[in-house]
């Protein structure tokens, strides 16, 4: 059964600095990887989404990458704002079509100005 | 595009209460998945809907609850009788079939609380 494993469960940081959260799978037979935003009382919100071939993807400051051999996922946030202050989640799809996605519990970021 | 529409956006009831979730998908999205959040135990799959019907509904925690997809544009989420430990967020998501790597939209959420 796949599991998801997201390190640290919380982190602060001071405005301006890069960061980099964590995101580890039991098994590495993925379709794609995900991964998400979540602000309090509010749903999920999809930030990059990397297929099973790729290395990386970019969105603005955001780099996520991909290691699957090693089961590993990163996202660097570049110059962190106080609006980045959020829950990220990570989650892996195991097939292709619409299999569910497996869900980490999250790092929640503050981003203290 | 309204996005994934969930409502209520709260729902708080006594136990023992039939309660009744709805979600409205991305027009166009086929594939509809019910997700149960809380603290200890993060985001859990409850069900999922291909084409309306349901796939896997191994996630669905007791016979107190059930789905239904009657339509592509409508789902709901029932749960009868409610227990205290249902008190969660649920969140409905939904993506498409039929484009490779379709990211999954949520909606967000109805937080539900029995007393």
């Known amino acids: 059964k796949q599991e998801v494993t997201q390190i640290p469960a919380a982190l602060s940081v001071p405005e301006g600095e890069n960061l980099v959260l964590n995101c580890s799978f039991t098994?590495?037979?993925?379709?794609?990887l995900q991964w998400f935003r979540q602000d309090p009382g509010k749903g999920l919100t999809s930030l990059l989404l990397i297929q099973s071939s790729q290395r990386e993807q970019t969105s603005g400051r955001l780099n996520a990458s991909l290691d699957k051999s090693s089961g590993r996922s990163t996202l660097y946030i570049a110059a962190s704002q106080p609006g980045d202050s959020a829950t990220y989640l990570c989650?892996?799809?195991?097939?292709?079509?619409?299999?569910?996605?497996?869900f980490g519990k999250g790092t929640r970021l503050s981003v203290i100005a | 595009d309204a996005g994934v529409i969930q409502s209520p956006r709260h729902e708080v009831t006594e136990m023992g209460q039939e309660v009744t979730l709805r979600c409205k998908p991305i027009?166009?999205?086929?594939?509809l998945f019910w997700y149960r959040q809380t603290m200890m135990r993060g985001l859990e799959l409850l069900i999922y809907f291909n084409n309306n019907v349901p796939i896997d509904d191994s996630g669905m925690p007791e016979d107190r609850f059930s789905a239904k997809m009657p339509n592509a544009s409508f789902s709901t989420l029932k749960i009868q009788p409610s227990e205290p430990r249902d008190s969660a967020v649920y969140f409905c998501?939904?993506?498409?079939?039929?484009?490779?790597?379709?990211?999954?939209?949520f909606g967000n959420g109805t937080r539900l609380t029995v007393t």
């Open positions: 998501a939904s993506s498409s079939r039929t484009v490779v790597n379709s990211p999954l939209h």
């Open positions: 027009s166009g999205h086929n594939s």
């Open positions: 098994d590495s037979a993925i379709y794609n």
């Open positions: 989650a892996v799809r195991q097939g292709s079509g619409n299999t569910p996605l497996v």
